[in-house]
């Protein structure tokens, strides 16, 4: 079976361009999360959606990152405009309704220079 | 911040050893989830615990949810290169049935 699908897998681009990652969940999942991993605070929830709503955005560190879902198998984490320290591995996770295990996709390696 | 203290850091042990690392808090957890990840991929659930003093085997991994229900325990029995990667904890508090908590890993290299 499919797992979580993030692209890109790496991104490299200058500071003040717009970025946008992407992450298909497993098919029948109904939340899904993305997180951020820096060697400094490790693995960071930024946000949560459950049924396609986001339930908790507390994690998302500026108004410069925005993040969508439109469909149950879509989403979207927008950075506008990036800066070098956002710099980091990007996680989407998904699963079935909370408290059931969160399962990982491999990660968007994100660097702005 | 992280509140799961995992320990050890680091561990660096010939092949064939047993491995045990752990997780504490000093806030009670519901789940605990135990993951491994390898460089330049996500983390991939190993064994997930449900009930205080629950112990539940993966293979030649053991993991148990301490019985007061503020730690958790990882065995591997007979390590293998294959299971060099970073393991970390991640537990659920009773607050929030969906953030988790993960503690700062530890990182496993095994000498063949």
């Known amino acids: 079976d499919a797992g979580v699908i993030q692209s890109p897998r790496h991104e490299v681009t200058e500071m003040g361009q717009e970025v946008t990652l992407r992450c298909k969940p497993i098919?029948?999942?109904?939340?899904l999360f993305w997180y951020r991993q820096t060697m400094m605070r490790g693995l960071e929830l930024l946000i949560y959606?459950?049924?396609?709503?986001?339930?908790?955005d507390s994690g998302m560190p500026e108004d410069r990152f925005s993040a969508k879902m439109p469909n149950a198998s879509f989403s979207t984490l927008k950075i506008q405009p990036s800066e070098p320290r956002d710099s980091a591995v990007y996680f989407c996770?998904?699963?079935?309704?909370?408290?059931?295990?969160?399962?990982f996709g491999d990660g968007t390696r994100l660097s702005i220079l | 911040g992280q509140q799961l203290n995992q320990s050890p850091q680091s561990m660096f042990i010939q092949e064939g050893e047993d491995v045990s690392m752990n997780c504490t808090s000093s806030?009670?957890?519901?789940?605990w989830l135990w993951y491994k990840q390898d460089p330049g991929e996500g983390p991939v659930l190993l064994i997930a615990?449900?009930?205080?003093?629950e112990l539940t085997s993966n293979g030649r991994l053991t993991a148990q949810f301490g019985i007061t229900r503020k730690d958790s325990f990882l065995n591997i029995s007979a390590s293998i290169p294959s299971d060099v990667g970073i393991y970390f904890c991640?537990?659920?508090?009773?607050?929030?049935?969906?953030?988790?908590?993960f503690g700062s890993g530890t990182r496993l290299l095994v000498r063949p």
């Open positions: 098919s029948g999942h109904n939340s």
């Open positions: 615990l449900y009930k205080a003093g």
């Open positions: 806030s009670i957890f519901n789940t």
């Open positions: 959606f459950n049924n396609n709503v986001p339930i908790d």
């Open positions: 991640a537990g659920l508090r009773m607050d929030s049935s969906y953030k988790l908590i």
């Open positions: 996770a998904s699963s079935l309704d909370p408290p059931q295990p969160q399962h």
